[in-house]
Protein backbone atom coordinates (compact mmCIF):
# COMPACT_ATOMS: atom_id res chain seq x y z
CA UNK A 1 0.00 0.00 0.00
CA UNK A 2 1.46 3.58 -1.08
CA UNK A 3 2.37 5.39 1.89
CA UNK A 4 -0.58 8.30 0.40
CA UNK A 5 -3.31 5.69 0.50
CA UNK A 6 -2.26 4.48 3.99
CA UNK A 7 -2.47 8.26 5.22
CA UNK A 8 -5.94 8.77 3.82
CA UNK A 9 -7.13 5.48 5.26
CA UNK A 10 -5.04 6.66 8.84
CA UNK A 11 -7.65 9.98 8.41
CA UNK A 12 -10.48 8.62 7.03
CA UNK A 13 -10.41 5.96 10.34
CA UNK A 14 -9.47 8.60 12.64
CA UNK A 15 -12.50 11.14 11.63
CA UNK A 16 -14.79 8.05 11.38
CA UNK A 17 -13.75 7.42 15.91
CA UNK A 18 -14.15 11.12 16.51
CA UNK A 19 -17.23 10.94 14.78
CA UNK A 20 -18.49 8.18 16.86
CA UNK A 21 -16.91 9.82 20.17
CA UNK A 22 -20.12 12.57 19.44
CA UNK A 23 -22.85 10.26 19.10
CA UNK A 24 -24.64 11.64 22.52
CA UNK A 25 -22.79 14.65 23.20
CA UNK A 26 -24.38 17.55 24.25
CA UNK A 27 -23.65 20.81 22.87
CA UNK A 28 -24.94 24.78 22.79
CA UNK A 29 -24.57 26.43 19.12
CA UNK A 30 -25.67 30.30 20.04
CA UNK A 31 -26.82 31.98 17.15
CA UNK A 32 -27.62 28.53 15.32
CA UNK A 33 -30.68 30.32 13.16
CA UNK A 34 -28.67 30.84 10.01
CA UNK A 35 -25.23 31.30 8.42
CA UNK A 36 -22.24 29.41 10.50
CA UNK A 37 -24.68 28.68 13.56
CA UNK A 38 -26.73 26.97 11.57
CA UNK A 39 -24.13 24.88 9.34
CA UNK A 40 -22.00 24.15 13.29
CA UNK A 41 -25.39 22.84 14.79
CA UNK A 42 -26.39 20.32 11.34
CA UNK A 43 -22.68 19.01 11.51
CA UNK A 44 -22.82 18.29 15.14
CA UNK A 45 -26.12 16.38 14.45
CA UNK A 46 -25.01 14.68 11.51
CA UNK A 47 -22.33 13.19 14.03
CA UNK A 48 -24.83 12.19 16.39
CA UNK A 49 -24.66 14.79 19.01
CA UNK A 50 -27.29 16.40 20.72
CA UNK A 51 -27.87 19.83 19.74
CA UNK A 52 -29.36 22.75 22.12
CA UNK A 53 -29.95 25.88 19.02
CA UNK A 54 -30.01 29.05 20.56
CA UNK A 55 -31.11 32.26 18.90
CA UNK A 56 -33.53 35.50 18.89
CA UNK A 57 -34.67 35.08 15.89
CA UNK A 58 -38.02 32.19 15.98
CA UNK A 59 -38.83 31.81 12.58
CA UNK A 60 -35.38 31.36 11.29
CA UNK A 61 -34.65 28.90 14.02
CA UNK A 62 -37.85 26.91 13.53
CA UNK A 63 -35.88 26.03 9.97
CA UNK A 64 -33.03 25.18 11.70
CA UNK A 65 -34.74 22.99 13.95
CA UNK A 66 -36.95 21.37 10.70
CA UNK A 67 -33.29 20.84 8.70
CA UNK A 68 -32.14 18.77 12.31
CA UNK A 69 -34.72 16.71 12.56
CA UNK A 70 -34.62 16.29 8.50
CA UNK A 71 -31.25 14.83 9.52
CA UNK A 72 -32.58 12.85 11.97
CA UNK A 73 -30.71 14.76 14.75
CA UNK A 74 -31.74 15.41 18.22
CA UNK A 75 -32.07 19.20 18.89
CA UNK A 76 -34.26 22.03 21.56
CA UNK A 77 -34.40 25.15 20.17
CA UNK A 78 -34.14 27.80 23.46
CA UNK A 79 -35.29 31.16 21.90
CA UNK A 80 -33.84 33.79 23.67
CA UNK A 81 -31.51 37.05 24.24
CA UNK A 82 -28.37 36.35 25.69
CA UNK A 83 -27.91 39.54 26.47
CA UNK A 84 -30.82 39.91 29.15
CA UNK A 85 -29.66 39.34 32.99
CA UNK A 86 -29.49 35.84 33.82
CA UNK A 87 -30.24 34.59 30.14
CA UNK A 88 -26.74 32.43 30.32
CA UNK A 89 -27.23 30.39 33.36
CA UNK A 90 -31.26 30.23 31.79
CA UNK A 91 -29.68 29.04 28.57
CA UNK A 92 -27.20 26.44 30.40
CA UNK A 93 -29.79 25.02 32.83
CA UNK A 94 -32.08 24.56 30.21
CA UNK A 95 -30.22 22.60 28.20
CA UNK A 96 -28.86 20.07 31.02
CA UNK A 97 -32.63 19.60 31.97
CA UNK A 98 -33.94 18.77 28.40
CA UNK A 99 -31.13 17.03 27.16
CA UNK A 100 -29.01 15.59 30.72
CA UNK A 101 -25.75 16.83 30.28
CA UNK A 102 -23.34 19.78 28.55
CA UNK A 103 -20.52 18.67 26.51
CA UNK A 104 -19.49 21.11 24.05
CA UNK A 105 -20.46 25.62 23.73
CA UNK A 106 -20.00 26.88 20.73
CA UNK A 107 -20.24 30.74 21.45
CA UNK A 108 -20.64 31.66 17.70
CA UNK A 109 -23.68 34.61 18.22
CA UNK A 110 -22.33 38.02 17.28
CA UNK A 111 -23.64 41.10 16.01
CA UNK A 112 -21.38 43.32 13.70
CA UNK A 113 -20.73 47.73 13.80
CA UNK A 114 -19.90 49.68 10.48
CA UNK A 115 -19.40 52.99 11.94
CA UNK A 116 -16.32 55.56 11.50
CA UNK A 117 -13.80 56.06 14.54
CA UNK A 118 -15.63 59.68 15.38
CA UNK A 119 -19.37 58.37 14.70
CA UNK A 120 -19.54 55.62 17.31
CA UNK A 121 -21.79 55.63 19.98
CA UNK A 122 -22.47 54.98 23.27
CA UNK A 123 -25.55 52.55 22.64
CA UNK A 124 -24.06 51.32 19.16
CA UNK A 125 -20.76 50.81 21.70
CA UNK A 126 -22.81 48.53 24.35
CA UNK A 127 -24.85 46.65 22.14
CA UNK A 128 -21.76 45.17 20.36
CA UNK A 129 -20.16 44.46 23.19
CA UNK A 130 -23.27 42.92 25.21
CA UNK A 131 -23.55 40.22 22.69
CA UNK A 132 -20.25 40.03 21.59
CA UNK A 133 -17.91 39.96 25.31
CA UNK A 134 -20.64 40.14 27.92
CA UNK A 135 -22.89 37.26 27.04
CA UNK A 136 -19.82 35.21 25.46
CA UNK A 137 -18.28 35.56 28.95
CA UNK A 138 -21.16 35.01 30.79
CA UNK A 139 -22.47 31.81 28.80
CA UNK A 140 -18.92 30.11 28.95
CA UNK A 141 -18.80 30.98 32.60
CA UNK A 142 -22.18 28.79 33.21
CA UNK A 143 -21.21 26.33 30.87
CA UNK A 144 -17.90 25.35 32.28
CA UNK A 145 -19.48 25.50 35.82
CA UNK A 146 -21.13 22.72 34.59
CA UNK A 147 -18.66 20.96 32.61
CA UNK A 148 -16.36 21.18 35.96
CA UNK A 149 -18.64 18.98 37.95
CA UNK A 150 -18.97 16.46 35.26
CA UNK A 151 -15.75 15.56 34.23
CA UNK A 152 -14.42 17.96 31.42
CA UNK A 153 -15.51 19.76 28.31
CA UNK A 154 -14.75 21.73 24.80
CA UNK A 155 -15.69 25.48 24.20
CA UNK A 156 -15.29 27.03 21.53
CA UNK A 157 -15.58 31.09 20.76
CA UNK A 158 -15.96 32.62 17.01
CA UNK A 159 -13.22 35.24 16.80
CA UNK A 160 -12.28 37.33 13.38
CA UNK A 161 -10.13 38.25 11.73
CA UNK A 162 -11.33 42.22 12.39
CA UNK A 163 -9.76 41.46 16.24
CA UNK A 164 -6.03 41.86 14.17
CA UNK A 165 -6.92 44.70 12.10
CA UNK A 166 -6.75 48.42 11.99
CA UNK A 167 -9.87 49.19 10.06
CA UNK A 168 -10.96 52.38 11.86
CA UNK A 169 -15.18 51.51 10.63
CA UNK A 170 -14.07 48.14 12.76
CA UNK A 171 -13.61 49.82 15.91
CA UNK A 172 -16.44 48.58 18.07
CA UNK A 173 -16.89 45.21 16.24
CA UNK A 174 -12.79 44.53 16.27
CA UNK A 175 -12.34 45.62 19.60
CA UNK A 176 -15.22 42.94 20.87
CA UNK A 177 -13.52 40.57 18.97
CA UNK A 178 -10.10 41.17 20.86
CA UNK A 179 -11.66 41.16 24.05
CA UNK A 180 -12.98 37.25 22.99
CA UNK A 181 -9.78 36.37 22.26
CA UNK A 182 -8.67 37.41 25.64
CA UNK A 183 -11.11 36.10 28.18
CA UNK A 184 -10.52 32.81 25.52
CA UNK A 185 -6.69 32.88 26.22
CA UNK A 186 -7.52 33.20 30.04
CA UNK A 187 -10.48 30.74 30.32
CA UNK A 188 -8.24 28.20 28.84
CA UNK A 189 -5.55 28.91 31.44
CA UNK A 190 -8.00 28.93 34.35
CA UNK A 191 -10.10 26.11 32.73
CA UNK A 192 -7.48 23.59 31.79
CA UNK A 193 -6.83 21.51 35.16
CA UNK A 194 -10.68 20.71 35.19
CA UNK A 195 -10.20 18.86 31.63
CA UNK A 196 -12.23 21.93 29.80
CA UNK A 197 -10.68 23.19 26.47
CA UNK A 198 -11.04 26.74 25.41
CA UNK A 199 -10.29 27.83 21.92
CA UNK A 200 -11.30 30.55 19.15
CA UNK A 201 -11.98 29.75 15.55
CA UNK A 202 -11.30 32.86 13.14
CA UNK A 203 -13.63 32.50 10.33
CA UNK A 204 -12.42 33.93 6.83
CA UNK A 205 -14.83 36.02 4.66
CA UNK A 206 -18.39 34.08 4.08
CA UNK A 207 -20.97 34.76 2.06
CA UNK A 208 -23.66 35.02 5.27
CA UNK A 209 -26.33 37.45 6.36
CA UNK A 210 -23.55 39.57 8.90
CA UNK A 211 -21.35 39.76 5.85
CA UNK A 212 -22.92 41.22 3.44
CA UNK A 213 -25.04 43.81 5.74
CA UNK A 214 -21.43 44.58 6.54
CA UNK A 215 -20.25 44.99 2.51
CA UNK A 216 -23.14 46.57 1.37
CA UNK A 217 -22.43 49.47 5.05
CA UNK A 218 -19.02 49.39 4.01
CA UNK A 219 -19.34 49.99 -0.14
CA UNK A 220 -21.43 52.42 0.35
CA UNK A 221 -19.57 54.22 2.85
CA UNK A 222 -16.85 54.58 0.88
CA UNK A 223 -18.30 55.51 -2.45
CA UNK A 224 -17.85 51.93 -4.25
CA UNK A 225 -20.13 49.68 -6.37
CA UNK A 226 -20.81 46.31 -4.01
CA UNK A 227 -19.88 43.66 -6.64
CA UNK A 228 -16.47 46.12 -7.20
CA UNK A 229 -15.89 46.13 -3.30
CA UNK A 230 -17.08 42.32 -2.96
CA UNK A 231 -14.04 41.07 -5.65
CA UNK A 232 -11.92 43.19 -4.34
CA UNK A 233 -12.09 41.92 -0.99
CA UNK A 234 -11.88 37.97 -2.34
CA UNK A 235 -8.86 38.44 -4.63
CA UNK A 236 -6.86 39.94 -1.95
CA UNK A 237 -6.97 36.84 0.15
CA UNK A 238 -4.20 34.37 -0.65
CA UNK A 239 -6.31 31.55 -1.53
CA UNK A 240 -8.27 33.56 -3.35
CA UNK A 241 -11.94 32.65 -2.48
CA UNK A 242 -13.96 32.93 0.01
CA UNK A 243 -15.23 30.11 2.49
CA UNK A 244 -18.82 28.87 3.73
CA UNK A 245 -20.08 28.49 6.82
CA UNK A 246 -19.66 24.74 6.13
CA UNK A 247 -16.08 24.66 5.98
CA UNK A 248 -15.49 26.64 9.03
CA UNK A 249 -18.31 24.62 10.94
CA UNK A 250 -15.81 21.32 9.98
CA UNK A 251 -12.67 23.31 12.06
CA UNK A 252 -14.93 23.88 15.24
CA UNK A 253 -16.55 20.24 15.29
CA UNK A 254 -12.91 19.21 15.04
CA UNK A 255 -11.94 21.25 18.12
CA UNK A 256 -14.27 19.28 19.75
CA UNK A 257 -13.13 15.75 19.03
CA UNK A 258 -10.59 13.43 20.89
CA UNK A 259 -8.39 14.23 17.90
CA UNK A 260 -8.22 17.87 19.18
CA UNK A 261 -8.13 17.04 23.38
CA UNK A 262 -4.90 18.58 23.20
CA UNK A 263 -5.40 21.73 21.83
CA UNK A 264 -6.36 24.60 24.31
CA UNK A 265 -5.51 28.09 23.96
CA UNK A 266 -5.31 28.56 20.05
CA UNK A 267 -6.96 30.93 17.74
CA UNK A 268 -6.95 28.80 14.45
CA UNK A 269 -7.28 30.30 11.60
CA UNK A 270 -9.89 29.42 8.76
CA UNK A 271 -9.37 32.47 6.54
CA UNK A 272 -7.59 31.31 3.85
CA UNK A 273 -3.97 33.05 4.48
CA UNK A 274 -5.96 36.44 5.61
CA UNK A 275 -4.15 36.58 8.92
CA UNK A 276 -0.58 35.45 8.06
CA UNK A 277 0.54 34.52 11.09
Known sequence: MSTNILQNNLALANMTADSNLLTGRVVIVTGAAQGLGRATAL??????????????????????????????????????DITDPGA?????????????RLDILVNNAAISSVEPLLEVTEG???????????????LL????????????????NVSSP?????????????????AGDYITRTAAAALGPYGITV???VPGRMDTAMQRTNEMASAAAAGIDLQ????????????????TPEE???AIIWLATQSASYVTANRLNISGGLELD
Not at 88 to 100: D, F
Open 199 to 201: NAV
Open 88 to 100: PSRIVQKTTELLG
Open 162 to 178: AARMTREEYVAYSTAKS
Open 43 to 80: GFGRRGAKVALVDSNQATLDDTVKQMLSHGAECTAIVA
Open 141 to 156: QAAARVMKDSGGGRIV
Open 228 to 243: TYIHSRTVDIPLRRRT
Open 124 to 138: EWDKVFAVNVKALFF
Open 248 to 250: VAE
